[in-house]
């Protein structure tokens, strides 16, 4: 080669500072991966759905007060599943392994968790499918991070990514469940795990696509709400008026939930005659107060086109949280993402009510906000998931509310594992 050739191409790769590469994007092998992660996710929570829509109308023939026996056999039968098989845990352990665990999620939890919450749910127990999805993805990131032998941080950036490909495939929302499954994870209003964002994203969307293709569902909004034109500065007013009520009843179901899991540890016997018994209390509800049934998911549309007497929005509020706390807390199995929002939308029905002159859609937007927000601490999710959710176009009305929400929660968050340890 000529000297002058040879400067030539001393100066290029100066210029880029690089030696030459094959692949000359952005993108590699862990991009692919990643997208793996998400159509594996996507597949994992389509099978899933179309089980869980399977049971639920199976089990939803018995209603009247054939509802009482059958939640109490669903809770046992989830409880011998529990006490034989495994304990799965709940969104404290995820949260708790991913920061304290080297991010690790244990495939070994997922049929538990996937027998038992797919009984909890679909007989009627008010939590959603959102953290058993979570878990079963989520662990599938951690075994596909460490078949690549992944280590440190890309290791956790997959079990994350993994996370929000389960909670995107619920909610038909990837870049809010990308946030959420970073979010969740946060301690002292901190988002530490910012390496899993590009990750978190790619594999949610590859699972948005599957499981969109394969549902049909997640394209649009799920709860149709009022149109909504912002005329008034006052709207931001509003909002943060309507999250201040909200967030006092985030403090309502905090502690309601605390005083029922000191009950049930008082219980000194095994898992399944606590999800019997919790299964008997969540009959006479759900016999009194059929729509507090189920997770939300259908039940929010029903509550916002029915036409509902005051009276009843309120007893609906007060056992809808009761329902929650107890499902959360006598072992059952599933999310509260959903249930929460669908407190939040009673409340706001009830606060319009009293104040017809404001919008029904920020009102109710409003308290949805605020709530979730308070006992999860993910405003930033909270408020991209109900803008995708509810097709509520305005963000920073969302945003004041979830942020009223979270900086007027507890300073103890109802997710134990949030906490900030003396040493990690």
């Known amino acids: 080669m000529k000297l002058k050739q040879k400067r030539k191409l001393v100066t290029f790769l100066n210029i880029l500072d690089q030696p030459i590469q094959f692949n ?101 127990g008010s939590l959603g499918p959102e953290a058993p999805l979570v878990q079963v993805t989520g662990s599938t990131g951690t075994w596909l991070g460490k078949l690549f032998r992944f280590k440190g941080e890309d290791l956790r950036s997959m079990s994350i990514a993994g996370m929000a490909s389960g909670f995107t495939a619920l909610f038909g929302a990837p870049l809010g469940g990308s946030l959420f499954s970073l979010e969740i994870l946060h301690h002292e209003h901190a988002v530490e795990y910012y390496k899993a964002i590009i990750p978190a994203f790619v594999a949610s969307s590859f699972s948005y696509i599957v499981f969109a293709f394969i549902i049909h569902m997640g394209i649009g909004p799920i709860w149709n709400l009022p149109s909504y034109e912002m005329i008034t500065k006052y709207d931001f007013l509003y909002a943060v008026v309507f999250a201040i009520v909200a967030t006092m009843v985030g403090w309502g179901f905090i502690y309601c939930t605390k005083v029922f899991k000191i009950l049930f540890n008082r219980l000194i016997t095994p898992i399944y005659i606590k999800t019997c018994i919790g299964g008997i209390a969540l009959g006479f509800i759900v016999y009194y107060f059929p729509i507090t049934r189920y997770f939300g998911h259908h039940e929010i549309s029903e509550l916002l086109i029915g036409d509902f007497s005051i009276s009843f929005l309120i007893a609906i509020l007060i056992f809808k949280i009761l329902a929650i ?47 979730n927000a308070c006992v999860t601490r993910t405003p930033m999710s909270t408020t991209i998931l109900l803008a995708t959710l509810t097709g509520f176009s305005y963000f920073i009305p969302i945003l004041f509310a979830s942020l009223t929400g979270y900086f007027l929660a507890p300073k103890i968050p109802f997710i134990a594992s949030q906490m900030k340890a003396s040493k990690e």
């Open 24 to 124: 000359p994007f952005v993108f590699s092998r862990k991009f692919i991966l990643w997208a793996l992660l998400g159509l594996m996710g996507g597949i994992i929570a389509s099978l899933y759905w179309i089980v869980l829509e399977f049971l639920t109308h199976k089990l939803a023939f018995f209603d009247g007060w054939q509802v009482i026996p059958t939640m109490a056999i669903c809770g046992l039968l989830a409880g011998l599943i529990i006490h034989y098989i495994g304990d799965p845990g709940e969104i404290h352990l995820i949260v708790n392994n991913i920061r304290f665990n080297k991010g690790k999620l244990d495939p070994r939890n997922n049929p538990s968790m996937i027998l038992s919450s797919l009984l909890c749910i679909s007989s009627g």
């Open 325 to 371: 706390s107890i499902t959360v807390t006598s072992g059952w199995r599933g999310g509260f993402i959903i249930p929460l929002f669908f407190t939040g939308a009673t409340l706001g029905l009830i606060i319009h009510h009293f104040i017809p002159s404001v919008s029904l859609s920020l009102t109710v937007v409003s308290c949805m906000a605020a709530i």
